[in-house]
């Protein structure tokens, strides 16, 4: 038997789970935003700019039926 119970620590487990559908707009905003808000380092800038550029075509597929 076990002795100790198994503790979930991670605050992600506490949020609401949320569609994709509405996740990825907010991803996308996000990223936008720190990317017109400040300077950023050359390899953070291009990172942040991948990461745009994927949300975007997650955004333009079309849903699986």
Known sequence: MLK???VMTSPHL???LV???VALPRMLE???TELTGRELEATKD???RQRAELTRGLLATSPIT
């Open 46 to 48: 291009g990172r942040l």
């Open 14 to 16: 506490d949020r609401p």
């Open 4 to 6: 100790h119970a198994l």
């Open 19 to 21: 569609p994709l559908a």
């Open 30 to 32: 996000n990223i936008e």
